[in-house]
Structures are given as C-alpha cells and as structure tokens.
C-alpha cells in the first residue's frame, strides 16, 4: 500500500497544526461557532445528534494493521470503544469530544491518515474495488488511479468550493463491486481497441433525493490524461453546476439538465484547452506510486486442502462461511475472506476496539498484512491461503467475526439514522436488527439466496436504498417514523434504480413485509433466477399484491 | 476599499480601482474581453466572490492565467474569508478585498502556512509534486577537460566584467554556458536580486534551475519567502533535501542542537544538511550560480565573477561578487523584490534557524551565524574552494 | 436558530398541554445538555427546568444566550415535553433518543421504544 514520503508527512502534519491553532481560537473565543464550524467540517468533525461525530478517511478503503490498531486505540481512548464503518469505506467515531480532536488527528498522523475532505463541497475519498489487488477477474489495480487521484484532489486550490460534494469510484475489474454507476464520477478499467487499458467515464450518477445512473461521456479515455480529464470535467461543474439550491447542486442534475451530450461538449472543449502536459502525471511519478501497490508474493499453492475439506463436511456454519466469506483469488491456492460486520442482532459496520485488533492481528497472521473496507461495511482480508481457513475462521468466530452471510440477506447496508444522525428522519439501525434476527436462520438465509437490502434514515441516501434490491427509506410522517418500501434497485454493472412499492409501514410491520416480499419472490421464482431476475420478469404485480391484498 | 496584497501578507490601502469587475457567471468571450481591456488600460481585474463557499472565481483566475495569458493585477472582491487566501493564490489572484482591515494578521497567517501543495498550478507549473527533491533540465558536458573549464570560466568572468546590470549578467550567462544552470538559492537578498534578474532574462526559467537547500532547521520565514517568490515570478524553486538517514544517525550521534557542542560537530551537520544535497544538485550541471558578494566575509574577499570550480567540475559564477551593499538594496528597493522578512528584524546572512541571530548595526553582516564560532572559521563549507584555501594558507605561512 | 430548530419549536408548541425545556450541546465534548433550574446544564433530562408559558422561556433562552457567548454550549432549542408519572418524556423520537444518550455497541440495547 502507499507510504507517506517527507512531502505528505509534512503536508497533513501541518494541517494538523492548523486545526489544533483553530480549535484553541474557538475555544478561547476568537473564532464564533458559525466561523469555526466550516474549518471543523473540513477536518470531517461534525456535531451530530448526541455528540461529536469524527469521520476518518480510509483512502479507497485499505488498511494496514499498523492503522487498524491506531484506530482500535483511538476508539477505546478517545470514544466508547467502537467505531462505524461506512458505506464510503471511511471510519466514523460517535462520540469524540472537541477538545480531544487534535491529539486525535496527530494520533492519525502517526500511522498516516487524516481527515482531509471527508466533508464539505469538495472532492471526498475515492470508492474502489476493496478486491483490488486480489479479484480474480480484475483487470488492472485500481488503487494506484486512487491514491492519483487522492493526491491530486487534497486541497486543489481550483475544486475546492465546489457547487456540492464530489465522489469518484474506480473499478479495475469485470464485476463493478465500487458501484462507480452511483457516482458522481464512475470509472471502469477496460481494455482498448489496441489492448491498452484506459477508463470508460461514466458521470452523473447519484442516489440522494434524485437518483440516478451514471451516463458514459467517454467510452474510452487514455490512461496518461485521466487528471486532465478529470480536471476539465470538475471545470465544468465548478463553473455551470446549480448553487441556487442545495438539492439541484450535484453534477448529477446538472447533466440531466444539459443533457449527457451537451455536457460532453462542453468538458471535450475545455479539454481540447487544457493544458494536459502539466496537469496529467508524468509517467516517473506513476511509477513511482505504481511501486507501492506491487502485489505481495504469493508463491501459488495446491487449490484443494484437506482440512477444508473435512471441516466442511462436518461443520455446516464454516461451510456456509466458505460459501458466501470467501472469494475468488487471481493465485490459485489463495482466497478474499469477507470478515463480517453483520452478526445478527449487531449494528451492520460497527466494530469494537477489540474486533479491531484482532482483525489487525489476523491479517498479519494470516493475511500477508493486508485490511480493506468495503462499502457494504464489511472488512475483507484479500491474501489468504486456502489451507488457513479453518484456522482463520475458528478465530474470526471467537470475535463473533464470522457470520456467513455475505451477500445474503442478512448482510444489509444501512445508515446510522436517527439513532446518531443530525439529518436522520427515521432510524434505521433497530429496524435493520429486526430484520436480521427475523432472517437469522442461516438455511433461510441460503434458500433466498444473493440479495441486497440497502436501508437509509432518511432521503440523503447513505444506507444507497436506491440501489437495494429491496430498499427500505424511513421519512417522518407527522412525528411518526414510517418506512417506505422500493424494488429492483442495483448496484452492480445492471445498475437500476428502486421502485417505490407502495404506501409505508410503520416499524413494526417491516419485518414482516421484507417477509412478505421475500416470500413472494420464492414463490415465484424460476429455476435459478435470483431476486432481480424475478422482479425483472414479473415487475411489480405479485408483490403489491403480496403486500397490500388485492385493490 | 481596503486589499491584502496575497504575495506578500501586506495591507494596501491606496489601491486602484479595476477596470473591469466579472461576475461568477462571466463565460469564456466576456473573460478573453476583459483581459485585453484590462490589459489595454493596465489595469486590475476583479472578480466577484457571493459567498465564500462560491468557488467559480477560482476558475475564472486560472482560465484568464493559464490560458488566457492575462499577466496584470487579478483582484478578489466580496465575501471572502481569510481561510481561502492560499487558494486564491494558487489560483493566480494577486490581491483579495478585506471587509475588516484588522483581518489583515489572520490573512497573513493563513498565507504563510502553505508550502506546499500537491496540485500543479499557477504557482507550481509541474503536474503534482513531480521533479521535487530531484535533478532536473538538461545535464551539462558530460566530463569537460579543467583546462577548458578554466578558460572558458576566464572568458565568462570578462563578459561578465563589461556590465554591471544584474539581468544583462544573467542573459550573457545564459548565452555563454550551455547546459544546465545551477541557481542554489538561500532567499537571503543577494539571491532574490539574482532570482529577479533571472526572471527578467528568462521569464520561463530557460535553462536555470533554480533551487534551494532545505536543511529542516530553516526559518519558516524562508519559507515563506520561497513561497512569495514562486507566486511572483511564476518560477519553481525546487527544494534540495538532506538524507533523512544520515540525518537521523547525526542527530542520535550528537542529539538536535548537537552542533553547538564542538566546531566538528558543526561542521558535520552542515556538511549532511547543505554540502552533500548541494553536491548531488551540482552533479550534472553545467554552471553554478551564487550570491556571494566579496564583501561579505574575509574568507570571499577575492571571488571572482567566476571561476572554475574543479571539485564539482562547473563554473562557477558569481554575479555579484563586485556589488556593494548599498547596490544591492537599491536593486532590491528598485524592483520592489520580494525579500525575507526576518531582514527588517536585524538578520543580516540567514542560514539555519538554530545557528542564525539578528545583528546590531555596525556588527559584521555575517556575525550572526554560529556567532559562538571565531571568525576564520565561518564558512559552512558550500562556497570552500580546495584550491584557494591552500593558496591562502600558503600566503599566511 | 436554523429553519429546523425553527421547525422543532413550532412542533413543539402545538403539542398542547406540554411544557418546554431548553437543550444543546455542550462545546468541548457535543454531549447532550439541558438547562437547569440553576443557570447551568445537566446531562439528565429529568433536572431540567421546564418553562410552562413563553415567558419563562424567553428568560431561559437570556441565559442559554449567554452560555453560548461564553463557549458552554452551542445549538440551544426549545423541545417540547410531557410530564408523566415516571418523569419527563421528550415529545419527538428525536428527541427521546437524545435524551438516552444510547450508544447501539451492545447487542439488545434498545430502549426507546419502537
């Protein structure tokens, strides 16, 4: 992974002695709360519904255990001993006091992270595959266009104000698992006419109050100009996005409202202008970040194990776990396990100081020293050998890290809601626990199969609802928290919005309607068709019926 | 209408109005109208900031820069918070509107905390960090026999001779040596007039790469003053960086201040910190540039205005050699160059913050620097030619 | 005071026969605080001081007004709250969570009821 050199070291030490310098002013009174409150939302310290809320970059979601650990003891020194994984990779601590939050961000400093960006109307952390590195199918390592791309977005002078906040995703694989068509820039790693690899540019997509898919603008971009690119595309947004109304401001709108050609023209002309040479990386300095993401060693092993073997015969929760938790590997012999954030009647991405360490020490231990977050606020160690899994699994399981149910229903996305969020209309985090025991049965879970349920507190999306396969949005009706229900929402290379399924439900009455739908879709599945397909063939019919009874 | 000058942290108040004002709005036409009007009347343009968090500005400063080529005053007006002002000066604005004179500190102070920035831009025309810490232009010569260094080093010192205007010297180097042209600068003042200079001849930089050697004990104010200096004359000033390992078995050798203890000691850490990044700086380049003046210290009273420098295998050139004090400040004042503010507080030879103190007037100009040290000895060893301390050394037997 | 304070204390003010309490967050560590019946903030809803007309809550606001000046608290509004046999229960959800003061870590910790 990437190293701090002199230059970043000093860089975020000195925003680290900015930020201790403006929060002395506020306390002591120099600085009012309106004119502090810019400068801590750059440093992503927000003041949520109960306290303090500090969210930590985790660029494009990989850790080392060094910073793992770093984490771990932040959380038990300065917080309650746990920490929120969230849908953008990044690390939230609920309970930080003001007071605390430099010694926090030097303590971040140590191990090479900051909080730069994680709020505000700028370019934020890049989403990437969390299998970069690893996936079998992947085509290219995404991760050296992030940390580019970190680099060159971290305090750009020009893209900084921008009309609302701005996130990239990369994908280097044949499977999108960044959801880079629900950004508002999505970049895909493909192949050229002429074998080169280069990006296919999708922009525009977006969940929030207006949903979207992104639109290609560029089939294929050469590598080399990717920032020129990106720089001419930022342009256009900076200068024509909408800054009359916070909810018509994500460049989303603005190419719904230009339309995907108009838009192109306009960033294909500044292009055309751009002065490329001193914008786009010179190829010495991409190899010399390139250096940093070499894969580890990996010396191929046989792909069978008997241990595996013999345990999944007599254990049928590891095999479950193999099933879901393990992923394809590009060296035979090795695999990505899924360490799980999802254990039934838990809040889905939270983790404890201890769950921390010992994932820490697992990924040393057996996993070539390598951590990523994934988005759907999952850990993943993705160097493993296939003969360590029993091992790794009765150590996971001790941690209550090992549930199987990646992927499955039980592995919902959800938001912290109401239960934290300042801008939460609903919560979500007890329904999303009603659910998952209602479905805790993991032959239950098995028979349903792959399904996503994506559930958000309120419309600003951070549960991505719009992209569930079933997607819960919880509003407040008159004082009443009430949960409306949509379908056929996708995040993968199909990538479709939810339809809104009918009236709400209050919230006891959503276990049973997930139940209802999941049911539904049983019923009338066909041979090997997952939800999607289902719903795809029948649309929404059976299920409102399902629901609502016959109208 | 009150202004802080970006460049430089100042207050000015006798500013003069723009000659056009842009909205936020103003498309690409209007922008390229502006700066030919602008440019006709020489004069500022301003462009409207709504509000602080309208960042539209920004890009219309870097379009009338970048690809506009508009080189006059780009002025900031209306809701601005001191917290942009690094942004807008990597923009290309050079003053910004200040609705509170008494903001003008918090403005300077959020000035003087960048240094450093990932992104190219006006201030920093290489793509990202690229080319910091490392060698770059065209190499010299390789492997020039002495003896035609040392004729052409004479000849160069004779054309240089036949004028005394600074940015004439900097054209005819420029002309004379081909290759690469080392400008190791220390920002002190002898250094800005040179860098100035350079500017003129060469707006672009030409051949000169101009450098700095960043020990990590410097002066933020040195900092600073590269910063300016970078804004002004849209130059990068490369920063040259010691070893980190041999800094760090120095200083758990001899601990941080260990240079105080003994001359050895001293000699040891300038020699980490400035000689050997200097030398890897030199290596490859066809001419080296300094502001050593002759009266600055005995140990320089007879530099030529240049020489060839065998241990580095370069000529050595030094522009001003022949300069007095009161030639320089007049140059400096003349041109209004950016120089180190330490300067106006008694610091006269500024080196590293720990072996640097302010002077008295009338004390030697380079008695601030190891000032527990004797006189003979104060020579950081950057500007120690083998040959001629011998010579010396000789005269005094 | 933002449009959704605004909002909260026109909820707030036609819930009836309810009485009103003055809540923020303390500045040097954001925790949840109530302005007590002795000009100072207590993390326990129930000590709160309770203004029952807009008179008292005018007063109350003076010296929120004046802790937020002297960097005690920031984000003061009014909240709405009925006063029942058990003690004083905040009218919104919201609110009710906030009063709790709840971290989600553990498993079976909800309280506030569904």
């Given at each position: 992974m990437y190293r701090y050199d002199e230059f970043d070291n000093t860089f975020v030490r000195e925003r680290v002695a900015e930020f201790r310098d403006q929060a002395e002013r506020r306390l002591s009174g120099q600085l009012s709360e309106a004119e502090f409150k810019p400068l801590r939302l750059r440093n992503g310290l927000y003041l949520q519904l109960h306290a303090y809320m500090l969210r930590i970059a985790i660029p494009y979601g990989e850790l080392s255990p060094r910073q793992l650990r770093q984490l771990a003891m932040i959380g038990r020194k300065y917080d309650r001993g746990y920490g929120h994984f969230t849908t953008r990779q990044n690390l939230q601590f609920n309970w930080v006091r003001l007071v605390d939050m430099p010694d926090i961000l030097d303590a971040l400093a140590d191990v090479e992270m900051h909080c730069i960006q994680t709020s505000g109307n700028c370019i934020r952390n890049t989403t990437a595959d969390p299998y970069a590195?690893?996936?079998?199918?992947?085509?290219?390592?995404?991760?050296?266009?992030?940390?580019?791309?970190?680099q060159w977005s971290t305090l750009h002078p020009e893209f900084n104000w921008l009309p609302r906040k701005f996130k990239i995703a990369i994908s280097g694989a044949a499977e999108d698992r960044a959801a880079t068509e629900f950004h508002d820039i999505g970049l895909r790693i493909v192949k050229g006419p002429d074998g080169k690899t280069g990006f296919r540019v999708l922009v525009g997509g977006g969940m929030g109050r207006s949903p979207f898919v992104g639109k290609e603008i560029r089939p294929f971009l050469e590598k080399q100009h990717l920032l020129s690119y990106l720089d001419s595309m930022l342009r256009v947004y900076n200068r024509y996005g909408r800054r009359d109304n916070i909810y018509k401001a994500r460049i989303k709108i603005l190419v719904h409202e230009l339309g995907i050609d108009k838009y192109r023209e306009e960033v294909e002309a500044d292009w055309e202008a751009n002065r490329k040479e001193s914008i786009d990386l010179p190829q010495a300095e991409y190899d010399r970040i390139a250096a940093y993401f070499e894969p580890p060693a990996l010396a191929p092993r046989p792909v069978r194990d008997e241990g595996v073997d013999a345990r999944r015969e007599t254990d049928p929760a590891f095999a479950g776990w193999l099933r879901n938790n393990a992923k394809p590997h590009k060296v035979p012999g090795y695999t990505s396990v899924v360490v799980s954030l999802k254990e039934p009647g838990r809040t889905p991405g939270d983790a404890s100081s201890e769950a921390m360490e010992l994932v820490a020490d697992l990924a040393e231990q057996y996993g070539n020293g390598a951590i990523r977050v994934n988005y759907t606020q999952n850990l993943i160690l993705p160097h493993v050998a296939w003969s360590d899994l029993p091992a790794?699994?009765?150590?996971?399981?001790?941690?209550?890290?090992?549930?199987?149910?990646?992927?499955?229903?039980?592995?919902?996305i959800c938001c912290p809601g109401l239960d934290y969020c300042n801008?939460?209309?609903?919560?979500?985090?007890?329904?999303?626990?009603?659910?998952?025991?209602?479905?805790e049965d993991p032959e239950r879970q098995a028979e349903i199969g792959q399904i996503r349920l994506n559930m958000s507190g309120c419309i600003n999306a951070c549960g991505h609802h719009h992209s569930g396969n079933i997607g819960i949005l919880g509003v407040d009706k008159k004082g009443t928290e009430l949960y409306q229900i949509t379908l056929g929402g996708s995040p993968k290379d199909d990538a479709s919005i939810g339809s809104i399924i009918g009236p709400g439900f209050r919230a006891e009455a959503v276990p049973d309607?997930?139940?209802?739908?999941?049911?539904?879709?049983?019923?009338?599945r066909d041979e090997g068709e997952t939800f999607l397909d289902t719903w795809r063939r029948l649309g929404a019919e059976p299920f409102k019926e399902a629901l609502y009874g016959a109208r | 209408m009150a202004l802080v000058d970006l460049s430089s942290g100042s207050l000015l108040t006798d500013a003069a109005p723009p000659i056009v004002e842009l909205v936020p709005e103003t498309d690409d036409a209007a922008l390229a109208e502006a700066a030919k009007e602008a440019g006709d009347n020489a004069g500022p343009i301003a462009i409207q900031f709504p509000n602080f968090g309208d960042g539209r500005g920004m890009?219309?400063?870097?379009?009338?820069?970048?690809r506009i080529g508009f080189k006059g005053e780009i002025r900031a007006v209306g809701y601005l918070i001191p917290d942009l002002a690094p942004f807008l000066l990597r923009c290309g604005f050079d003053t910004a509107e200040l609705a509170d004179p008494a903001a003008t500190e918090t403005w300077k102070e959020s000035l003087a905390r960048i240094d450093r920035a990932y992104q190219p831009g006006v201030r920093n025309p290489l793509a990202m960090r690229y080319g910091k810490g490392e060698s770059a232009g065209r190499a010299g010569d390789a492997e020039s026999p002495a003896g035609d260094g040392e004729s052409a080093a004479k000849a160069l010192a004779d054309k240089l001779a036949g004028t005394k205007d600074i940015a004439a010297r900097m054209a005819l180097i420029a002309e004379s040596v081909d290759g690469r042209l080392a400008f190791s600068s220390s920002l002190g003042l002898e250094d800005q007039a040179i860098l100035n200079a350079i500017a003129e001849a060469r707006p672009d930089g030409g051949a000169f790469?101009?450098?700095?050697?960043?020990?990590?004990?410097?002066?933020?104010?040195?900092?600073?003053?590269?910063?300016?200096?970078?804004?002004r004359y849209r130059l990068r000033i490369r920063s040259v960086v010691p070893d980190a390992k041999e800094v760090e078995e120095l200083v758990a050798r001899d601990g941080v201040f260990g240079f105080r203890q003994s001359i050895e000691n001293r000699k040891s850490c300038c020699e980490i910190r400035k000689v050997r990044p200097l030398n890897k700086a030199l290596a490859g380049a066809a001419a080296w540039i300094t502001g050593v003046r002759r009266e600055q210290s005995g140990a320089r009273a007879e530099m030529p205005l240049a020489e060839w420098d065998a241990a580095h295998g370069l000529i050595k050139v030094n522009p001003l050699a022949d300069w007095n004090g009161e030639e320089l400040d007049a140059y400096l004042a003349e041109h209004n160059v950016p120089v180190n503010p330490l300067h106006a507080r008694g610091f006269i030879s500024i080196g590293c913050q720990p072996c640097t103190r302010a002077i008295q007037p009338g004390e030697d100009p380079r008695a601030g620097r190891w000032w527990w040290e004797s006189e003979e000895k104060k020579e950081c060893g950057l500007h120690m030619n083998p040959m001629r301390e011998r010579v010396s050394e000789g005269q005094a037997a | 005071m933002d449009k959704r304070n605004a909002k909260r204390l026109a909820d707030a003010n036609k819930a009836g026969d309810t009485v009103q309490a003055l809540t923020a967050n303390r500045l040097s560590d954001g925790i949840v605080v109530y302005l007590d019946g002795q000009g100072g903030w207590t993390e326990d809803m129930a000590k709160a001081r309770f203004a029952e007309d807009d008179e008292t809550l005018q007063q109350m606001q003076g010296i929120a007004d004046k802790a937020v000046a002297d960097r005690l608290v920031v984000e003061v509004y009014p909240i709405g709250v009925m006063i029942e046999d058990e003690g004083p229960v905040a009218l919104s959800v919201r609110e009710r969570i906030r009063a709790a003061h709840k971290t989600t870590l553990t498993k079976d910790w909800y309280d506030v009821p569904l």
């Open positions: 590195g690893a996936a079998f199918d992947e085509i290219e390592d995404p991760r050296v266009w992030c940390e580019v791309i970190r790794l699994y009765d150590a996971l399981a001790a941690g209550g890290l090992a549930t199987g149910n990646n992927e499955l229903l039980g592995d919902l801008l939460a209309n609903a919560r979500s985090i007890p329904i999303a626990k009603e659910i998952a025991k209602r479905f309607a997930i139940d209802t739908i999941v049911s539904t879709y049983i019923a009338h | 890009t219309l400063a870097r379009l009338l820069r970048e790469d101009i450098f700095t050697l960043d020990t990590g004990r410097l002066f933020p104010e040195v900092l600073e003053t590269l910063e300016m200096s970078e804004i | -």
